[in-house]
């Protein structure tokens, strides 16, 4: 039997800050606004902080709609 992941392979790596703000294709103040506003959601990993591609994909989603 063959299992398969239900997570594509883009979506399973989380993303620091420069890759965040690359895959939004926005500046880095940009990104710190659209988190400080609660749009982007972040991971925090002791002091790191991280983004996980599916909730900036959600983000994008937004963008499109409005």
């Known amino acids: 039997m063959q299992h398969t992941d ?3 392979a883009a979506h399973r790596r989380l993303l620091t800050r420069p890759g ?5 294709a ?3 103040r940009k990104l710190d606004s659209l988190v400080a506003a609660g749009e982007i959601p972040v991971i ?3 002091t790191c902080v991280r983004f996980d591609p599916a909730d ?3 983000c ?3 963008w499109k709609s409005a």
């Open 6 to 8: 239900p997570i594509p």
């Open 20 to 24: 965040a703000k690359a895959y939004l």
């Open 60 to 62: 994008i989603a937004t």
């Open 56 to 58: 900036l994909e959600k």
């Open 26 to 28: 926005v500046s880095q």
């Open 44 to 46: 925090r990993i002791g």
